[in-house]
């Protein structure tokens, strides 16, 4: 073995459903490493099997469709303008931001997801849609939390998303940015961070923490007691 059995030990270990457990490590190749220190074991291959977890593709978000746009439509848009050979695959939809709209989650490689920060909008009809990037983890639009949803929000008093006053950010009328997430940081945790930004800005250090932490699957390890 070329590296010490220090440099591959897990960063963290947790049960999972099952008979199984979610073992962490600092980079993939720790992974390999403990991996293959399993396979030279014949006691250990007979009652243990390993796996990564499956991967998540990135993807990107298609904003307020009506709800009367069919599937074929959006794809033949998509197509078009991104340039691509084949339909995308969709993940899911929600609803957007009236009960006339939905939000379509669609799957990307990484050359697409270039085109889609480079064009930002897609036309269809008479009308430009906003299409940006998916990231998978949880905001409140309530409270501008990361780590959970608006309906888990335990506040009682909205925070703004652009202004970071208490209101709903559908009902915000301030010409001026201001960050809650960052705000309530600095002035608790004695922080220095700019906070004229809006909470959605994907360049506020918390919403690059949340992003970061989606990127944990990188390097996890399943294993599986039999
Ligand atoms: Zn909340
Ligand atoms: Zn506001
Ligand atoms: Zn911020």
């Known amino acids: 073995m070329k590296h010490s059995h220090q440099s591959t030990h897990p960063t963290n270990i947790k049960p999972i459903r099952g008979n199984g457990l979610a073992i962490s490590f600092q980079t993939p190749p720790h992974i390999k490493e403990f991996q293959s220190r399993i396979e030279e074991n014949s006691n250990l291959t007979s009652s243990i099997t390993t796996k990564l977890p499956t991967k998540r593709s990135p993807?990107?978000?298609?904003?307020?469709i009506p709800i009367s746009t069919k599937e074929a439509e959006i794809q033949?848009?998509?197509e078009t303008q991104l340039n691509l050979s084949s339909p995308l695959n969709l993940r899911f939809k929600f609803k957007g931001n009236s009960t006339e709209t939905t939000n379509w989650v669609f799957e990307a490689?990484?050359?697409?997801?270039n085109t889609i920060h480079q064009v930002k909008k897609i036309q269809m009809g008479w009308s430009m849609y906003r299409i940006s990037e998916f990231f998978h983890f949880k905001k409140c639009n309530f409270c501008q939390a990361f780590g959970h949803t608006t309906k888990d929000c335990h506040r009682q008093i909205p925070s703004c998303s652009k202004c970071a006053d208490h209101h709903l950010?559908?009902?915000?009328?301030?010409p001026s940015f201001c960050c809650i997430n960052c705000l309530?940081?600095?002035?608790?945790?004695?922080?220095?961070?700019?906070?004229f930004h809006s909470a959605k800005d994907r360049s506020c250090p918390f919403f690059q923490a949340a992003i970061d932490r989606t990127?944990?699957?990188k390097r996890l390890l399943i294993m599986c007691v039999q």
């Open 59 to 64: 993807s990107f978000i298609l904003c307020n």
């Open 215 to 217: 990127s944990c699957i």
């Open 109 to 113: 490689s990484a050359p697409t997801l």
């Open 76 to 78: 033949e848009a998509l």
């Open 184 to 195: 309530v940081s600095n002035i608790f945790s004695g922080s220095e961070y700019p906070t």
């Open 169 to 174: 950010s559908s009902d915000c009328h301030s």
